[in-house]
């Protein structure tokens, strides 16, 4: 088992004028704080989904976060995906991409096992409120390797906002397919407001960017 710690480092631009988001990542074994097995700058591109030029990066995604979390890579199967009428072929939707969205949030509390923490404790984190959900590729579908990187951002004591971006991976950079502002909310069980528990975020910390 690998752990990638990544750091958002700012935005710049390389010679030719091109915007690029600017990462470092270091690759750890076994743990997140196990011992370094190799480090990197990553350089990721906006680029046009069908002619590949490259654009502007969305405000949006310049906002600063608090905490980086992306899953592992995965595969994206048939029944996931939804009839295109325009290209006539099975491609990633909506309800697919919210499922990942989904998923990378589930990672990021610790697994399936944290969140019945919730319920002893007496509490749930809930979906309160979505926002700039957009499909940006049409060319996503079956067999397709993909992964979701979530960034998140404590609002208060009640209130956790996830940005998710999907992406596609790629033999040259990795392509994103989806993104989305997903605002969660922590609620007792009489459905009044609560604090989340200290262990969530810390949760998301040590689960970020695990891969195996």
Same mark, same amino acid.
């Given at each position: 088992? +690998?752990?990638?710690?990544?750091?958002?480092?700012?935005?710049? =631009?390389?010679? &030719?004028?091109?915007?690029?988001?600017?990462?470092?990542?270091?690759?750890?074994?076994? #743990?997140?704080?196990?011992?370094?097995? &190799?480090?990197?700058? *990553?350089?990721?591109?906006? *680029?046009?989904?069908?002619?590949?030029?490259? +654009?502007?990066?969305?405000?949006?995604?310049?906002? $600063?976060?608090?905490?980086?979390?992306?899953?592992?890579?995965?595969? @994206?199967?048939?029944?996931?995906?939804?009839?295109? $009428?325009?290209?006539?072929?099975? !491609? !990633?939707? +909506? %309800?697919? @991409?919210?499922?990942?969205?989904?998923? /990378?949030?589930?990672?990021?509390?610790?697994?399936?096992? =944290?969140?019945? #923490?919730?319920?002893?404790?007496?509490?749930?984190?809930?979906?309160?409120?979505?926002?700039?959900?957009?499909?940006?590729?049409?060319?996503?579908?079956?067999? /397709?390797? !993909?992964? !979701?990187?979530?960034? @998140? %951002?404590?609002?208060?004591? /009640?209130?956790?906002?996830?940005?998710? /971006?999907?992406?596609?991976?790629?033999?040259? $950079?990795?392509?994103?397919?989806?993104?989305?502002?997903?605002?969660? *909310?922590?609620?007792?069980?009489?459905? %009044?407001?609560?604090?989340?528990?200290?262990?969530?975020?810390?949760? @998301?910390?040590?689960?970020? *960017?695990?891969? $195996?």
């Amino acid at each position: 088992t +690998m752990f990638i710690d990544s750091e958002h480092l700012g935005f710049g =631009k390389r010679d &030719n004028g091109e915007e690029v988001s600017v990462w470092e990542q270091t690759c750890r074994l076994n #743990q997140p704080d196990g011992e370094v097995i &190799n480090s990197a700058i *990553a350089y990721y591109r906006h *680029a046009a989904i069908h002619e590949g030029d490259a +654009m502007p990066w969305p405000e949006r995604t310049k906002r $600063s976060y608090d905490v980086i979390n992306t899953t592992p890579n995965f595969r @994206v199967y048939r029944d996931e995906c939804e009839f295109e $009428s325009q290209t006539l072929t099975n !491609v !990633v939707g +909506m %309800k697919a @991409v919210l499922r990942y969205f989904e998923r /990378s949030r589930t990672l990021g509390l610790g697994g399936p096992k =944290k969140l019945d #923490q919730c319920v002893t404790e007496g509490i749930a984190i809930v979906v309160a409120k979505i926002d700039g959900l957009e499909v940006l590729d049409t060319s996503t579908g079956p067999g /397709s390797l !993909v992964f !979701v990187e979530s960034e @998140v %951002k404590l609002r208060g004591k /009640s209130i956790v906002i996830f940005h998710h /971006s999907l992406f596609r991976v790629d033999e040259s $950079s990795n392509i994103l397919i989806a993104e989305g502002d997903v605002t969660c *909310a922590c609620v007792t069980a009489e459905g %009044k407001a609560g604090a989340f528990p200290g262990w969530t975020l810390d949760a @998301v910390r040590k689960t970020a *960017a695990q891969t $195996s």
